[in-house]
T-cell receptor, first 117, second 110 residues
Framework: DTEVTQTPKHLVMGMTNKKSLKCEQH?????MYWYKQKAKKPPELMFV???????INESVPSRFSPECPNSSLLNLHLHALQPEDSALYLC????????????????FGSGTRLTVV | LAKTTQPISMDSYEGQEVNITCSHN???????ITWYQQFPSQGPRFIIQ???TKVTNEVASLFIPADRKSSTLSLPRVSLSDTAVYYC???????????FGTGTRLTVIP
């Protein structure tokens, strides 16, 4: 299995709702990532998990709450979002790198298209 | 982190070779260069990476001069399905983060 699977593919939520995005991979990758991408813009890094521990939080508002229950799963819990949070949310995974380890490429999912109304 | 600069957009006819050049003047000794391709409503896809000289795979070639301050992604004989955004990234060895620049929107014309 060489894929990153994201569910749901589309999500519409109100500003008072609580929802979760799910990401799953079975490639044995120990680093997982959440990115946010607005239309016609590059992906922006939100969170990095390394060995199921949060290692990077790129100053993301607390209405976004990541969770890594195990080495194959990554969730993004959403609460009290704003319309400007509407975007494509991408999950990615990679081999964990440290020291002189070289990046052999990230694998991205197809994303969840989120619309906040 | 080294900043990258690449053309915002390029057009090419089908069957032609396309070269996209990326500038990364502040690249550090332990940085390497990687390129990703992204189609609309999909996640980026890894194309190729390199540290110096030339790297070739089944999809593309990557040319990196000796000073490493730039790199060129070469796509041979493009087809309509190569229409996408191409991102050049400079990544630090051992780092667990990818920061995307603006990318180059390639449009292949019939």
């Amino acid at each position: 299995d060489t894929e990153v699977t994201q569910t749901p593919k589309h999500l519409v939520m109100g500003m008072t709702n609580k929802k979760s995005l799910k990401c799953e991979q079975h490639m044995g990758h120990r680093a997982m990532y959440w990115y946010k991408q607005k239309a016609k813009k590059p992906p922006e890094l939100m969170f990095v998990y390394s060995y199921e521990k949060l290692s990077i939080n790129e100053s993301v508002p607390s209405r976004f709450s990541p969770e890594c229950p195990n080495s194959s799963l990554l969730n993004l819990h959403l609460h009290a979002l704003q319309p400007e949070d509407s975007a494509l949310y991408l999950c990615a995974s990679s081999q964990e790198r440290s020291g002189t380890a070289i990046n052999y490429g990230y694998t991205f999912g197809s994303g969840t298209r989120l619309t906040v109304v | 982190l080294a900043k990258t600069t690449q053309p915002i957009s390029m057009d090419s006819y089908e069957g032609q070779e396309v070269n996209i050049t990326c500038s990364h003047n502040n690249i550090a000794t332990n940085d390497y260069i990687t390129w990703y391709q992204q189609f609309p409503s999909q996640g980026p896809r890894f194309i190729i990476q390199g540290y110096k000289t030339k790297v070739t795979n089944e999809v593309a070639s990557l040319f990196i001069p000796a000073d490493r301050k730039s790199s060129t992604l070469s796509l041979p004989r493009v087809s309509l399905s190569d229409t996408a955004v191409y991102y050049c990234l400079v990544v630090k060895t051992g780092a667990n983060n990818l920061f995307f620049g603006t990318g180059t929107r390639l449009t292949v014309i019939p």
